[in-house]
């Protein structure tokens, strides 16, 4: 592909702009792991082809003087619904990797979810992002005393909610990432797992045999219940996708949903998630706040999926593009980006604030050809 933007110092206008620098400059490997879906990647396609079919239904003359978009997460409070998810092995990107990210949603006062599987520590992290917002996302893996010592740590650092991800007993399959035999480079440590019994390493054999040899195929609702009682810390369960799991994620205590497929690099041709989003929000009514990624590339998307019912959504490749691209500033530069797409797409709706983005701003297309039998 060629390159959209100039070099280092052309500043990108959007994410693909973003994305497009990243392409042209990350390594192959690299590249290629961040970028791919699982099997034919309908799913990848899906996550952004639906929030396409979604049309937008904006109200007029309405004062939009003063367009706030603040909100709260969990009773925090962040500056925008616009968050950054959890990323694996950022240090590849930037070697900056998860310090700069942490550090650009503090500076624009979001969330930072910081992953598992990290090339920064626990603790790092938190003394780079001071009183920023962070939380911790969780795999629970066969050895519940490594699992229990991760909450202990993240719940010493300051992280505020624990993000469980259920969609992962198995990596999926990424094909370009097995044609090149993907492994973290040799430079860099899973950094939370670098000592004694609990020394990780996933250079040698590469993610999906280090998933087959330590995740647990046998987790079940009764291990949620198992880490609520271990860890005062609000639990929100991540790669949820039915109303049905939606409902017993709220029996079983979670606060928050967060509506995910993966990036679409789990089970390929799951819907997308602005797609599954509805019938999640409806189910939930209420019980836990909902949240969603996938695809969110715009302040358009974002603001679709708050329309349906999302509380915030997060963003996974896009704030790996600013990385690659200039580091904290690239994240930062992202996160601006969408804020200001979406705070543009509320002034346009006449929209001031988050609490009044409702449903009847968006319409399926579908409604355009046969609006009567909607
Ligand atoms: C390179 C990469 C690494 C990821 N690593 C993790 C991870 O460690 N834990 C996790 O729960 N999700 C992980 N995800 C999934 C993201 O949290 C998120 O669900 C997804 O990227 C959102 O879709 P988007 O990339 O289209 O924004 C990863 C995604 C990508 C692209
Ligand atoms: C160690 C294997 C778990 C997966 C880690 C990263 C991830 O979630 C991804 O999508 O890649």
């Not at 492994?183 to 998933?211: D, I």
């Not at 993966?262 to 209420?286: F, N, S, W, Y």
């Not at 679709?304 to 896009?318: E, I, N, S």
């Amino acid at each position: 592909m060629a390159p959209v933007v100039a070099g280092a110092d052309a500043t990108p206008l959007n994410v693909d702009e973003f994305e497009a620098y990243a392409r042209t400059y990350l390594p192959k490997k690299t590249l290629d792991y961040y970028v791919s879906g699982a099997d034919d990647m309908v799913t990848l396609k899906e996550n952004r082809a639906a929030f396409t079919r979604l049309k937008l239904m904006p109200r007029v003359l309405r004062d939009v003087r003063h367009i706030d978009t603040a909100t709260t997460l969990l009773g925090q409070p962040v500056a925008t619904p616009v968050c950054i998810a959890p990323s694996a092995m950022q240090r590849m990107a930037h070697p900056d990797g998860e310090l700069a990210s942490s550090a650009a949603a503090a500076a624009q006062k979001t969330c930072f979810v910081l992953s598992t599987i990290s090339t920064t520590s626990i603790e790092d992290v938190a003394a780079s992002n001071g009183a920023g917002l962070r939380w911790y996302q969780l795999y629970i893996f066969k050895d519940r005393e490594l699992t229990r010592d991760l909450v202990v740590r993240a719940e010493k650092a300051g992280y505020k909610a624990l993000v469980l991800t259920v969609d992962t007993p198995i990596l999926g399959s990424r094909e370009a990432d097995l044609r090149n035999g993907f492994a973290l480079p040799r430079h860099l440590t899973m950094a939370n797992f670098t000592g004694g019994k609990h020394a990780h390493r996933v250079n040698e054999v590469g993610l999906s045999q280090y998933t087959k040899e330590l995740f647990d195929l046998n987790i079940t609702w009764d291990d949620v219940a198992w880490l609520k009682s271990i860890t005062s810390l609000p639990i929100v369960v991540k790669g949820v996708l039915t109303p049905e799991d939606a409902v017993l994620a709220c029996d079983v205590g979670c606060q928050g949903i967060l509506v995910s497929n993966h990036g679409a690099r789990q089970l390929d041709t799951v819907p997308a998630t602005i797609e599954a989003l509805p019938a999640i929000v409806q189910a939930v009514a209420g019980r836990a706040e909902v949240y969603l990624d996938g695809g969110v590339r715009r302040g358009t998307d974002a603001f679709k999926a708050l329309a349906l019912g999302a509380r915030a959504v997060f963003l996974g490749r896009p704030t790996l593009w600013g990385l690659a691209h200039s580091g904290q500033q690239g994240v930062e530069d992202v996160l601006k980006m969408v804020t200001s797409e979406l705070a543009h797409a509320m002034m346009f709706s006449a929209t001031t604030s988050i609490a009044e983005i409702g449903p009847n701003y968006v319409r399926h297309e579908a409604y355009f050809r046969s609006p009567s039998k909607l």
